[in-house]
């Protein structure tokens, strides 16, 4: 008993030094954003403000067109989330539960084009989109990049777990290809729905790349391209830009607090092993 | 069971609906235009120019470019010890929260992961106050406790060390909760069996935990190995790839040469090289995960 | 789950009715001009200001402002304008200028007299936006100089008078100025700190009589006395620890290590004033003329507006435009931004530091002319990312400043063919 009570107070101390190790660079921002300019690079440095301030916010809220950056980022990051889901379950269902020809191939193509780094199809991105004319539209953003290999692949990862037999099952029964997956597997798919869910809303919320490409229009941009805004080519606006870094950050926590639930719990509970 | 399938299965048309919403997004947005950058590898092109053919001469220059041979290197070592060493730390937290044992687990395991909710931007912001030769908060607190200072960005070799070890605190959360997801499936009963014939901690790890995880850590590796070739925001934000080369990957040297330089085939042969090297990166992944699906 | 779903709905749901209401505006024969803009500061709202009066003149127009990073922006513009959809005005910099300079629509076709408009303007920014016929293509808005920003303070302490000494120093009267300094202050570590750019090594390089390319621009010709000079000195400063090693090799912000009170002096430029007029309260801090190697020099530089051939509302671009780059509004948006003016005829009152812009002003009479000519060069902005490189692989002591030269002369050539 005295040796597991060692051992847990061990646990514990490892655990809340590795946290605080985690969370003191996030702090360091949160807390300097309510520092005035004029402290940020002010020796001896300081890790709570000496003189609080939310100018910082006011400023950061009031520059450009928050509300509308806000609202356009949640469009696109719910919307997308909400497709991205759809499409790379779908997917993985047909790579995990169908033996046809071609299957292992698709599956090859798209975990090595997973490899292309965006930045350097750009140009080509660039004029499909113009053909299209997805240009300065928030649905460029939204469509592309929906179809993601990562999604497809933690989904087949989890679809090939579950029982062939209760498919069977109801394939016997008549049912249709379409309504065993909308009936059966979705439902069984909650935990694997939230990881790809999270995931995907983490990577809308914050992604520069695809609204860089797509997007110019003022009324049309998102909040990490207002971010970068704040950094011009011979000043950087430190203040405005730690504060509005600060607000980007809340949604996806509130996002990740109201999912953690099926993230953690459901996964195991899900997975029956074949 | 394959063959058991297969007979049940034959229908083609349903799998083929169920992933032409995938495959008509990912033609049209990804392959199309990468197969406009395998074209654009065989041509010299600046932006506003037309591209002008010239076969392998990219590819013969590129074999030359002591440059691009450096960050190609840089781009292994980066990988190499990135996702070595998330695997092993982001295995470590896993171990340390999947059992819902101890008090507060569910806010450790979040504290944790919140680093991978943020942007690789504000990763990188935040990092350069701690770790900044003369401003970082670290170097600080050594010199204020009588130290000297530590280059952490500015050594070449440290800068390495640097950005590893913030691509690993920006992820590890993130591969943590995959992990956990992957040790909570492991049913209990095989756990009881093996205290029940007395073997240790450590056997218990090696012949239970691990094989019985090799799918999870599977999926680890494979998507931090993506992500380790991608590295681009982080390092741009923290060292610019310097000092000089010692910190600049391929997607760095990639993008210089595309739109700085503007010689737009040159980057899509560079582009090509690194595909290469991923897809055998991914076959020889692919070898194992293979594997595993046969044992079901 | 579904309270969640709920919650995620009604915010979609909000904000389509944002978006939706974002997206009409456009009403009648009205005339919207995409203006392609990047923020330092707040330039957006200025122009936006200064600009108010035509504006409400001419009904008929609107602004439709996109403000893209600048990180960014050349990149998107090449992307615009490759893909056949300029705006119709942009914000540009002397480095865009260089990237998209055949692109610009000349000015010359809008206007009666383009060299009465010329005349206008300071020389070097005429040289900037003029293209290689002599076509003048963009209207300069603001001048940058290149310069050193003190610490005052630090000075005093050391009692020296830095108004005299700075009057006419050479860099080895500097160094032994500034050790002084240094160890009169012990929170002072460094004599100096230049910003992480080629731009701003420039300013050593003209000093010690170097330049980037041959007189008539036909080829690079990095290897010549004046920049090995300049590199080997640049190098020796950082080995004497004068110069911070963590910017040049860890890409720290100098402007944060003067703000700090850890360097003696900054090489940055005249848009330094603004940001340490806010951010720096435990000093005083001035802007002084800079030492001379061979001779004395600044590195001119500035912003500018345009538009395309093929921007779609070129008339009224230009209509704008002019009435943007004239006396009164041209005062008004170099105090408004704290900037050098680019016209010759404008009279500026700053609300404060008007002796340290007359510093910067003194510094580019005498710069020469060719460095304009230089800096507006297409085939040496792709070269430059590669000179920051070499130049940090000779302080690293990796090559030799020979070698070095060497090399850039070598990938220079290959854009000269």
């Known amino acids: 008993m005295n040796k597991q009570k060692v051992y847990n107070t061990i646990h514990y101390v490892l655990l809340i030094v590795l946290a605080l190790a985690t969370l003191l660079p996030v702090l360091w921002v949160v807390l300097s954003s309510f520092k005035p300019q004029s402290e940020l690079f002010r020796v001896p440095l300081t890790f709570l403000p000496q003189k609080w301030t939310v100018q910082n916010y006011v400023s950061s809220l009031q520059a450009g067109n928050f509300p509308v950056y806000f609202s356009n980022t949640v469009f696109v990051a719910v919307v997308s989330t909400f497709i991205t889901v759809m499409v790379n379950l779908m997917a993985g269902y047909a790579l995990a539960k169908y033996i046809f020809k071609g299957r292992n191939l698709i599956f090859t193509i798209m975990i090595a084009t997973l490899m292309i780094p965006l930045q350097v199809i750009m140009i080509p991105i660039f004029l499909q989109l113009k053909n299209f004319g997805m240009l300065n539209s928030l649905w460029g953003i939204i469509i592309p990049p929906a179809a993601t290999p990562t999604g497809v692949f933690l989904a087949r990862q989890y679809l090939v777990n579950l029982p062939d037999s209760l498919i069977e099952a109801a394939r016997i029964d008549g049912a249709k290809e379409y309504s065993i997956f909308f009936r059966i597997i979705l439902p069984m798919s909650k935990p694997i729905v939230a990881t790809i869910a999270i995931f995907s809303f983490m990577w809308r919320w914050n992604d520069y790349l695809w609204p860089l490409i797509v997007i110019t229009d003022n009324k049309k941009q998102t909040i990490q391209q207002a971010l970068a805004n704040f950094v011009g080519q011979l000043q950087i606006n430190w203040s405005d830009l730690l504060a509005m870094t600060t607000i980007a950050i809340i949604p996806v926590i509130i996002v990740f607090l109201a999912f953690q639930r099926f993230f953690f719990s459901g996964i195991a509970a899900g997975s029956v092993k074949g | ?296 | 789950m579904k309270k969640i779903l709920g919650i995620l709905l009604i915010l979609v749901l909000v904000s389509t009715t944002v978006f939706a209401a974002g997206t009409k505006e456009e009403t009648g024969k009205d005339v919207t001009l995409s203006v392609l803009w990047f923020n330092d500061a707040n330039e957006d709202e200025i122009f936006l200001n200064t600009i108010d009066d035509y504006l409400q003149a001419n009904p008929h127009v609107k602004l439709d402002m996109q403000i893209v990073a600048y990180s960014e922006y050349d990149q998107k513009l090449k992307l615009m304008i490759s893909g056949g959809n300029p705006p119709d005005v942009a914000r540009i910099t002397t480095n865009t200028l260089s990237v998209v300079v055949d692109s610009l629509e000349p000015i010359d076709n809008h206007v009666a007299d383009i060299e009465a408009v010329k005349a206008q303007f300071l020389p070097s920014m005429v040289a900037f936006a003029s293209n290689t016929k002599g076509e003048f293509v963009a209207y300069p808005t603001e001048a940058t100089a290149n310069g050193m920003l003190i610490n005052k303070s630090a000075f005093d302490k050391a009692g020296i008078n830095v108004d005299e000494v700075s009057k006419d120093w050479t860099w080895s009267e500097w160094e032994s100025i500034v050790k002084q300094v240094v160890a009169a202050n012990p929170e002072m570590k460094y004599g100096l700190t230049v910003d992480f750019t080629p731009h701003r090594f420039s300013t050593l390089m003209y000093q010690f009589g170097g330049h980037f390319l041959n007189k008539d621009q036909s080829n690079m010709e990095f290897n010549n006395p004046g920049t090995i000079a300049a590199i080997k000195w640049f190098k020796h400063v950082h080995d004497a620890g004068l110069v911070p090693k963590s910017v040049w090799l860890g890409s720290e912000n100098p402007a944060e290590l003067f703000q700090a009170g850890l360097v003696a002096g900054h090489i940055g430029g005249s848009w330094n004033i603004n940001t340490y007029n806010k951010n720096v309260t435990d000093f005083e801090w001035k802007a002084v003329r800079m030492p001379k190697a061979e001779i004395n020099s600044s590195v001119p530089g500035g912003k500018f507006i345009a538009s395309f051939k093929g921007s779609k509302n070129q008339e009224e671009a230009f209509k704008l435009m002019e009435a943007f780059a004239d006396k009164a509004h041209n005062e008004m948006y170099s105090r408004d931004t704290f900037n050098i003016p680019s016209r010759v005829d404008a009279q500026v009152t700053y609300p404060s530091n008007s002796d340290d812009f007359e510093v910067f002003l003194e510094e580019l009479k005498v710069t020469p002319a060719f460095t304009a000519n230089e800096w507006k060069n297409t085939n040496l902005s792709k070269v430059t990312t590669y000179i920051r490189e070499q130049i940090v692989e000779v302080l690293l002591g990796n090559i030799s400043a020979e070698e070095a030269v060497a090399n850039v002369d070598k990938k220079g050539a290959t854009y000269f063919k």
């Not at chain 2, 990804?30 to 590898?41: C, D, T, W």
């Not at chain 2, 041979?69 to 937290?93: E, H, P, Q, R």
């Not at chain 2, 009963?189 to 901690?201: C, N, R, V, W």
């Open chain 2, 1 to 296: 069971m394959k063959q058991h399938t297969k007979g049940n299965f034959h229908q083609t048309a349903a799998p083929l609906l169920f992933l032409l919403p995938n495959i008509l997004i990912f033609g049209l947005f990804i392959i199309v235009p990468a197969i406009q950058g395998l074209r654009m590898s065989f041509t010299e092109w600046g932006v506003f120019t037309t591209p002008r053919f010239i076969g392998f001469a990219n590819f013969v220059e590129l074999a030359q470019d002591t440059v691009f041979w450096k960050t190609f290197s840089n781009t292994i070592v980066y990988s190499l010890f990135t996702v070595s060493l998330i695997m092993v730390y982001a295995l470590a937290l896993a171990l340390l929260l999947y059992k819902n044992t101890i008090k507060g687990e569910k806010i450790f395991r979040s504290l944790f992961y919140i680093p991978s909710l943020l942007s690789m931007i504000t990763v990188g912001i935040a990092w350069r106050f701690i770790l900044g030769d003369e401003m970082g908060i670290i170097n600080y607190l050594l010199r204020q406790s009588g130290g000297s200072g530590i280059p952490w960005l500015t050594d070449g070799n440290l800068a390495m060390v640097s950005i590893i070890g913030v691509s690993i605190w920006a992820q590890a959360g993130y591969y943590m909760i995959i992990l956990i997801a992957g040790l909570q499936a492991i049913p209990l009963e095989l756990y009881e069996a093996a205290t029940i014939d007395g073997a240790s901690t450590t056997k218990t790890f090696t012949a239970i935990t691990l094989p019985l995880l090799r799918s999870t850590l599977l999926v680890v590796m494979v998507l931090s190995t993506i992500a380790s070739f991608k590295a681009y925001e982080l390092i741009s934000v923290m060292t610019k790839g310097g000092p000089g080369y010692a910190t600049k990957l391929i997607v760095q040297q990639v993008y210089q040469v595309a739109f700085l330089e503007d010689r737009m085939g040159y980057a899509s042969a560079m582009s090509i090289v690194l595909m290469l090297i991923i897809s055998i990166f991914t076959l020889v992944q692919f070898k194992f995960t293979g594997k595993e699906q046969d044992y079901e």
